[in-house]
């Protein structure tokens, strides 16, 4: 069996890594694995069993995890919880506002990057996350960093969740959220040397993507010519 491919996209929360990743894994025929998603099935049910968050202890959390499988098809690979779908579950803001707090959890990263790997290790992969390309994946051959003016991704993130247009009021809220969550994700969100950066404050998604995909085919290319 010849060596898998393995896209890396990074970038800090909000800059579009899922979506993006989704639409170049379609794109290029790979399956893609967000593996926020993990992280996010984790806290879903750590919320749902109730407690203060700060009381949260790694051992117990990673009990949790033992209930979050992996499912979905040839194209995505999607969390489940107790054997059933958990894409509703994940999404919340109750969710996103306590994910950053389970992910800092040494034991809890390591299980989520051991089925990452997994993952990649039958399929060619668009992989989304924060330290893909330096801890998961550091001999990718093609990374990406994602980033993105602040107030821009916390547009962009209340666009998608209220499906309309925010006030400056919320962005200016959401912005100060986003800034906090950065400090607390800092040490895992680090651009690995080699990857490329994309800076997509003024570009469309489409943009994005394309750009992403052209560096792929163009590192296929170069695979082939080998």
Do not use: C
């Amino acid at each position: 069996m010849s060596e898998r491919v393995v896209v890396a996209i990074d970038g800090p929360a909000a800059s579009g890594k899922s979506s993006t990743a989704r639409w170049v894994a379609d794109r290029l025929g790979y399956l893609h694995v967000d593996s926020g998603a993990l992280y996010r099935a984790v806290t879903a049910l750590a919320a749902a069993e109730g407690g203060e968050p700060e009381g949260w202890t790694e051992p117990a959390v990673m009990a949790l995890a033992a209930r979050v499988g992996v499912g979905g098809d040839a194209r995505a690979f999607v969390p489940t919880i107790d054997g059933a779908p958990a894409e509703e579950a994940l999404r919340g803001q109750h969710v996103t506002r306590l994910v950053s707090r389970v992910a800092q959890m040494p034991a809890v990263r390591a299980w989520v990057n051991e089925q990452v790997r997994l993952a990649a290790r039958t399929n060619d992969v668009v992989v989304d996350g924060r330290d893909i390309g330096t801890a998961v994946f550091p001999e990718a051959p093609l990374k990406i960093f994602l980033v993105a003016d602040p107030w821009e991704r916390a547009r962009r993130r209340l666009v998608q969740s209220l499906g309309r247009r925010p006030t400056d009021d919320e962005i200016a809220e959401e912005t100060e959220r986003l800034v906090q969550r950065d400090a607390r994700d800092a040490t895992q969100t680090v651009q690995a040397k080699d990857a490329v950066l994309i800076d997509t404050t003024y570009l469309t998604q489409a943009e994005q993507v394309d750009r992403i995909v052209a560096l792929a085919r163009a590192l296929q290319r170069g695979a082939a010519g080998a």
